[in-house]
């Protein structure tokens, strides 16, 4: 828990350091708690910039928190700076998890009507998308690239890029399975129970199906993948695989490594953390057009 809140105050204090942002400034319209399904874990925040040009870009966060805990709100100082500094729309979603006995697939869902009324929420103001990032950490992060890689061609908003930290990538990893607790979790992900690290290989076809990795396309939008050397919950070894299937079908895509570093790949500042921001803010660029 202390690397995920250093992790996410990092963020924070590097956008509030390298952009002098101060506190709360007018210019953006603060949606809370939009219910986009029944259950209660099916909420956004939403922000939306005031500006005369209505065509803007947008950025969504997915929270970690292992698919079974976290919450959209470790992400509300990150996503409303976004909107403040940039211009850009933000939002920050909750979704559901294990608890609700949800899989892959419904989060996967959940991505897609939030993105569905974000769409409508910005139309009902009279802003038009063109196209979104999807940012996340170590479970977000894998919904983000499972979301992007998998869905990309029925998303209600068109994905420009994702960024994926410390995210699961392939989840028949057999460096996965050095860890006990791992091996049901992950089953429960895919939709299946009694997974264990002897007898996961049993469920590799459900695994494979919840796993990035498998939805590779010469076409999948870019991503910038980073991850520590030294990650004792996702094996860095994750990274390395989708690198290389990413290499060879010739999807774009910047894997950036951070020698040393545990889960919480920005907890600290480092050239690679500086790589990153500086990244996501020319791929945004790029997409959004200002």
């Not at 992400?75 to 899989?103: D, P, W």
């Not at 960024?163 to 979790?185: H, M, V």
């Not at 076409?219 to 860095?236: E, F, N, Q, R, W």
Request: a negative charge; one cysteine or more.
């Amino acid at each position: 828990m202390q690397q995920i809140i250093a992790f996410f105050m990092a963020i924070i204090a590097f956008l509030l350091n390298l952009f002098g942002l101060g506190p709360k400034t007018p210019g953006v319209t603060v949606y809370k708690d939009l219910a986009y399904g029944s259950s209660n874990s099916q909420k956004l925040d939403l922000y939306l910039p005031e500006r005369d040009n209505k065509e803007i870009g947008l950025i969504v966060y997915i929270h970690g928190g292992a698919w079974q805990s976290g919450d959209k709100k470790e992400l509300t100082e990150t996503a409303k700076s976004v909107t403040q500094n940039y211009g850009y729309a933000a939002a920050s979603i909750n979704y559901r998890m294990l608890g609700e006995k949800a899989t892959y697939v419904e989060m996967l869902e959940d991505i897609q009507a939030a993105l569905a009324l974000i769409g409508q929420k910005a139309q009902e103001d009279g802003y038009t998308i063109r196209s979104c990032g999807l940012i996340g950490y170590s479970a977000g992060a894998h919904l983000s690239l499972l979301y992007a890689y998998k869905n990309h061609a029925v998303s209600p908003i068109s994905i420009a890029y994702v960024g994926s930290l410390a995210g699961p990538t392939d989840l028949t990893d057999p460096n996965f399975y050095q860890n006990e607790g791992l091996a049901p979790l992950l089953g429960n992900l895919a939709g299946v129970s009694g997974v264990t690290v002897e007898n996961w290989q049993d469920y590799k076809q459900e695994l494979l199906a919840a796993s990035p990795v498998s939805y590779v396309a010469a076409d999948v939008p870019k991503a910038v993948l980073c991850h520590g050397t030294a990650d004792s919950i996702v094996p860095y070894t994750n990274a390395q695989i989708l690198d290389a299937k990413l290499t060879a079908v010739g999807a774009p895509h910047l894997f950036i490594t951070f020698e040393g570093a545990d889960h919480g790949v920005l907890a600290e500042d480092t050239p690679s953390s500086d790589l990153y921001y500086q990244t996501i803010i020319q791929w945004s660029n790029e997409a959004f057009g200002y």
